[in-house]
């Protein structure tokens, strides 16, 4: 073979193979990157008027766009606050139930999310802005006496986060994550093994003080819990693997007195209150009688 054809063909494979090593090493840091922008994207939705079963009025307080029922007897008000990607429509047989009960309620999109601007998801930090505005809005336009909130998930973890835990006189969190690195690690360990999460999760969390400005340990309720001062009811699914029994526990272990601790056996991250029904309303509802009632 001619020397320098033989030289040539070497370096179109030298070529190649460089070419190879870098998508290797390319793609994955690009799918994170990828991943990472999809995550904080905002999740809007046009929601127009309410369910008619829930017979609420549309209300803005600010930005934040919601439905509000007003109770016929009690003054008592309680505060409901959907998940991650979601909105104020996923929460409406939830407000169904609560008004048949007594209670007026509000139902809200949390920024970046529904109807309610924003520019990025921030996993309950600035939402939590949110809930204090809703709850300035009940208790001084709507003159609530007693207001309790429900939060799932990202809901909340926004009752939580902030510089202190919103105000409230009872409080239900259901499936709420411990901290941001052990949530995002256990997501991936659901979809790619435990393994392939230890390595890429911190790929994914060490991009959130970078793309949003905050700190990881701004993004930790279990540490939050610890200053609340209302009355805590905290639900999840035994089948829970975004949110684990364990992490659960240490959650409530967390949280001072009065507490509660309820794990729904068999279900995973989803709406509890579809999986079991009756049976959450009537737990709800008694927590909530004890602490909300004139």
């Known amino acids: 073979m001619n ?31 990828v991943a990472g922008t999809y995550f904080t994207k905002p999740a809007f939705q046009s929601l127009g008027k309410a369910p008619a079963a829930l017979a609420a009025e549309n209300i803005a307080i600010g930005k934040i766009h919601g439905w509000y029922h007003q109770a016929a007897t009690q003054n008592s008000c309680v505060l409901l606050l959907h998940g991650v990607r979601a ?23 949390l920024q970046a999310h529904g109807e309610t601007k924003g520019e990025k998801i921030t996993f309950g930090y600035l939402e939590s802005n949110d809930v204090k505005q809703a709850l300035a809005y009940l208790r001084e336009v709507k003159h609530c006496s007693k207001v309790g909130a429900i939060g799932t998930s990202l809901g909340g973890a926004a009752t939580l986060l902030g510089e202190t835990p919103a105000n409230l006189d009872a409080l239900v969190l259901e499936s709420v994550y411990p901290t941001i690195e052990q949530a995002i690690t256990d997501r991936i360990a659901t979809r790619l093994g435990s393994w392939i999460a230890k390595l890429t999760a911190p790929l994914l969390y060490e991009q959130i003080p970078l793309r949003l400005s905050i700190q990881l340990s701004q993004l930790h309720p279990i540490d939050a819990i610890k200053k609340v001062k209302s009355p805590v009811l905290i639900i999840s699914g035994t089948a829970d693997k975004h949110t684990t029994t364990t992490e659960t526990q240490a959650f409530f272990d967390a949280a001072p007195q009065p507490k509660s601790l309820w794990l729904i056996k068999g279900a995973a991250h989803v709406d509890l209150h579809r999986y079991v029904g009756k049976e959450y309303e009537e737990q709800v509802i008694l927590f909530l009688n004890r602490y909300l009632e004139n």
């Open 3 to 33: 020397p320098v054809f033989k030289g040539l063909q070497l370096k179109k494979n030298s070529i190649k193979i460089m070419v190879v090593i870098i998508i290797f090493i390319v793609s994955p840091v690009l799918f994170i990157y």
């Open 87 to 109: 909105n104020r429509l996923s929460m409406v047989e939830r407000g169904i139930f609560l008004n048949a009960a007594g209670y007026s309620t509000l139902l809200i999109d």
